[in-house]
T-cell receptor
């Protein structure tokens, strides 16, 4: 069974800092990995999907990297803003029909 | 621009009552999923469907039933609610599985907050 760990569980930084969120998974036979954002009381929004053949994927100030062989992914957020405050979840997919396996998330607070 | 719509948004039940949660998607997706989210547990898959008329069990299916009579709708039923089913329930949909579709983004609804007293 895939186990997904996200470190840190919570993070509070001042506005403008660059930061890195970490995700590790136990089964490296993944097809892709998604990073999601969840705002309080809301659903999940997909931020980035990185395929198993890729090393990096970028969207605006966000950059996700994937090291499939070591079972690790990082989400880099550049020049953080208060609007980035949310919970970030990673979800590697083994490719079966039964959906994604989610980490418990990193709760991020960006202080104005 | 509706995407995935869940109804109701909030519900309070008494132990033993039944209810049905409705998920509707307008993206012509084949795959649909029901998750529950609990503090400290993350999201866990309850049931899923790979197409109209099909359903399958996920990680935590006990106490729930599902139906996919129409492609756009996926219903989650609680026949006899228990306090342990107090949770936030999310529905999601996708075009297909990652095995066949590398860009298999899942789209989520806004969730249903259920309390069972």
């Amino acid at each position: 069974k895939q186990e997904v760990t996200q470190i840190p569980a919570a993070l509070s930084v001042p506005e403008g800092e660059n930061l890195v969120l970490n995700c590790s998974f136990t089964d490296s036979a993944i097809y892709n990995l998604q990073w999601f954002r969840q705002d309080p009381g809301k659903g999940l929004t997909s931020l980035l999907l990185i395929q198993s053949s890729q090393r990096e994927q970028t969207s605006g100030r966000l950059n996700a990297s994937l090291d499939k062989s070591s079972g690790r992914s990082t989400l880099y957020i550049a020049a953080s803003q208060p609007g980035d405050s949310a919970t970030y979840l990673c979800a590697p997919t083994l490719g079966g029909a039964d959906g994604l396996t989610f980490g418990k998330g990193t709760h991020l607070i960006i202080q104005p | 621009n509706a995407g995935v719509t869940q109804t109701p948004k909030f519900r309070v039940l008494k132990t033993g009552q039944s209810m049905t949660l409705l998920c509707a998607q307008d993206m012509n997706h084949e795959y649909m999923y029901w998750y529950r989210q609990d503090p400290g547990m993350g999201l866990r898959l309850i049931h899923y469907s790979v197409g109209e008329g099909t359903t399958a069990k996920g990680e935590v299916p006990d106490g729930y039933n599902v139906s996919r009579l129409k492609k756009q709708n996926f219903l989650l039923g609680l026949e006899s609610a228990a306090p342990s089913q107090t949770s936030v329930y999310f529905c999601a949909s996708s075009l297909g599985p990652p095995l066949l579709l590398a860009k298999n983004i899942q789209y989520f609804g806004a969730g249903t907050r259920l309390s069972v007293l």
